[in-house]
């Protein structure tokens, strides 16, 4: 069965860095691009970046370009975000999920997500 | 940029009714539709993709309609288990805006 879990989130200053990791199983990970999306306290859900199954594309949400990196280590079946300069509108729970397809479709399977809080 | 505008914001409906949900495209987005159902603290979960697919293991009472820039998630009886949140989702182009989302409560 697919599992997604998300490590990494935690309280974070305005300004610095952190780095989600999200560890993939059931399911042959080098197939399937991958997602981030997101959710603030109390908001909808805000879709964040996506990886192609080789790394070979990568897009992000506006609000994030330039800030954020989306990566991918196939022999680890592991899915990162570097995020970069957070400010408190970062605040939020972050998903990891599975691409239906090669990275250009629907989040099939999502991870319990990991909460990242931005706070001075 | 495609915007996804979903209505209502908040349903109240009884168990038992049908309800039906509208998400509409700023531009025509096909079939490249999928919808979500969320409840308080979990996961968000794949109900349809490509607008009228449905997801493996998705009740039947749950169905999807629409192209182009219309499209609407019908659920033909309320059940206790169907309170929660629904989202639509784009994925015509490469940034899959969601919709605000629609509550759906029990009156």
């Known amino acids: 069965q697919v599992q997604l879990v998300e490590s990494g989130g935690g309280v974070v200053q305005p300004g610095r860095s952190l780095r989600l990791s999200c560890a993939a199983s059931?399911?042959?990970?080098?197939?399937?691009?991958m997602h981030w999306v997101r959710q603030a306290p109390d908001k909808g859900l805000e879709w964040v970046a996506v990886?192609?199954?080789?790394?070979?594309?990568?897009h992000y949400a506006d609000s994030v370009k330039g800030r954020f990196t989306i990566s991918r280590d196939n022999s680890k079946t592991t899915l990162y975000l570097q995020m970069n300069s957070l400010g408190t509108e970062d605040t939020a729970v972050y998903y990891c999920?599975?691409?239906?397809?090669?990275?250009?479709?629907?989040?099939?399977?999502w991870g319990p997500g990991t909460l990242v809080t931005v706070s001075s | 940029d495609i915007q996804m505008t979903q209505s209502p914001s908040t349903l109240s409906a009884s168990i038992g009714d049908r309800v039906t949900i509208t998400c509409r495209a700023s531009?025509?987005?096909?079939?490249?539709l999928a919808w979500y159902q969320q409840k308080p603290g979990k996961a968000p979960k794949l109900l349809i993709y490509?607008?009228?697919s449905l997801e493996s293991g998705v009740p039947s009472r749950f169905s999807g309609s629409g192209s182009g820039t219309e499209f609407t998630l019908t659920i033909s009886s309320l059940q206790p288990d169907d309170f929660a949140t629904y989202y639509c989702?784009?994925?015509?182009?490469?940034?899959?805006?969601f919709g605000q989302g629609t509550k759906l409560e029990i009156k």
């Open positions: 990886i192609s199954f080789d790394g070979s594309y990568t």
């Open positions: 531009q025509s987005i096909s079939s490249w």
């Open positions: 989702q784009q994925y015509s182009d490469y940034l899959y805006t």
């Open positions: 999920t599975k691409d239906r397809y090669a990275g250009n479709s629907f989040s099939h399977y």
């Open positions: 490509k607008a009228s």
């Open positions: 059931g399911f042959t990970f080098s197939s399937y691009g």
